[in-house]
């Protein structure tokens, strides 16, 4: 069976050293280009983390005089240990990659198909090895903190940036212009909203002021009651958040469960991608460490969403129907979904790692295959039955890959295409959910 999460031993810093020398050609012994959200604050705290835990000496950070760039320092066995990371952007990484000034992509967006096929006589970019979430993001709508509007849906806020909607009156709000807030076109940030909520209907309008930074764009939404601007989850800062709803499903504002789960609407991953598995131990022994507990640890406290589960006691409202409550009366849910690669046939690369991450929460916590329930969903289909058996479907397939993880006969059931978390036809319907005993 393929090992989905590395239990490589630490790392011999004098070897470790022979072999940055040898597989690097730019001048910092490893080098992260890309997003902005991933390199601001995330990047720095995973490699900082690396290091100490290998060197077991301090690491400090250093300015290197362009903005939105730093230098991780350590000493390893005598020798010194550069790591370069620049946050220019998600499209600014895949060009370094290619051209091999980069070791990490760090992207806020998944590899367009595009990239995949110019990258693919190196490496399969959407295969397990070059592919590595290391976080869950909630893409946030800001406002001002005085802003009585407290949610908005996909579509509106779609029109909003498209310049259709332009007074805050149009939407429940004071009688104020709007003034928008985006981020560039280098970032992935932008490459997700506008793919989120702007689709192929809106475009944006020329009136946007643009932004490189995710912090600033905060701050100044924060200072503009006419303002409406979006940011990662983890630069929110003293903006005000809006709930998001998507077609017939609730509004769901960004937090631990919501995002973690991917249930909310603008949820997103965020990638470290290598070209294929690392030849540098360097390289490696990061990802390694960024997908496993610790490192997931230092992803929740940059104020992004970790992928460590956790269960949690879901607030149902009104919508939620009487025989879904009597179903997990007796339990929480887990952090955790489990989605679908595309054609929906076969688990994606961050649930084939997932599957792990739940064994490891059973061993952590003294439960075991009985304390767990998964319960499929289906999107919207012309027959209840149809939905009813992809759903079980869902389920019966998560249940056969835990079992290759050791978590053997699961309960499982599907619960049609009801409870809906996203439109119709949004791949987010068609999801497993994870629920475990509380008592």
């Not at 005000?240 to 991917?262: C, F, M």
């Not at 759903?391 to 079992?403: F, G, M």
């Not at 009801?418 to 999801?431: D, I, K, L, Q, T």
Request: no cysteine.
């Amino acid at each position: 069976m393929r090992r989905l999460l590395s239990t490589r031993p630490l790392i011999n810093l004098a070897f470790l050293t022979l072999s940055i020398n040898s597989a690097t050609s730019h001048a910092n012994e490893l080098e992260i280009h890309g997003s902005n959200t991933v390199g601001a604050t995330l990047a720095p705290m995973l490699v900082s983390g690396y290091l100490e835990e290998h060197t077991g000496k301090p690491v400090r950070a250093e300015a290197t005089g362009r903005e939105n760039e730093q230098r991780i320092l350590a000493r390893g066995n005598g020798k010194a240990i550069e790591v370069l990371v620049a946050a220019h952007g998600s499209s600014t990484g895949y060009k370094a990659l290619v051209a091999g000034q980069a070791d990490v992509w760090a992207s806020s967006r998944p590899v367009k198909a595009r990239e995949a096929e110019e990258f693919r006589h190196r490496a399969d970019l959407t295969s397990l090895e070059s592919e590595h979430v290391i976080a869950i993001d909630g893409l946030a709508i800001l406002v001002h903190p005085s802003n009585p509007v407290n949610q908005l849906s996909i579509d509106v806020l779609g029109r909003i940036y498209a310049g259709n909607i332009r007074n805050w009156s149009e939407v429940g709000g004071p009688d104020l212009p709007i003034t928008l807030y985006a981020r560039d076109d280098r970032s992935g940030t932008w490459d997700t909203f506008k793919s989120l909520v702007l689709a192929e209907k809106y475009s944006l309008d020329a009136s946007a002021m643009r932004y490189e930074s995710n912090d600033q764009l905060s701050d100044d939404v924060s200072r503009d009651p006419s303002g409406i601007g979006f940011a990662g989850l983890a630069s929110v800062r003293d903006s005000k958040v809006l709930a998001i709803s998507e077609g017939d499903a609730p509004a769901l504002k960004p937090n631990q469960l919501t995002v973690a789960s991917e249930d909310y609407p603008l949820a997103r991953r965020l990638f470290m991608y290598t070209a294929g598995t690392p030849d540098s131990e360097l390289v490696s022994g990061l990802v390694d460490f960024a997908l496993a507990g610790p490192g997931q640890e230092l992803v929740a406290r940059s104020g992004f969403i970790s992928q460590n589960p956790i269960a949690v006691r879901p607030e149902f409202d009104d919508s939620v129907p009487e025989s879904f409550r009597r179903l997990t009366e007796r339990y929480d849910r887990l952090t955790v979904n489990f989605r679908f690669a595309e054609g929906r046939t076969k688990l994606d690369n961050k649930a084939l790692r997932d599957l792990r991450r739940v064994r490891d929460y059973l061993d952590q916590t003294g439960k075991n295959a009985d304390d767990l329930m998964l319960i499929g969903f289906a999107d919207q289909q012309g027959n209840e039955l149809r939905a009813q058996m992809i759903s079980e479907l869902r389920a019966l397939s998560v249940r056969k890959a835990l079992n290759e993880v050791g978590i053997r006969d699961v309960a499982y059931t599907g619960y049609g295409h009801y409870m809906p978390v996203g439109g119709r036809g949004s791949p987010r319907n068609g999801r497993v959910e994870v629920w475990i005993r509380s008592r």
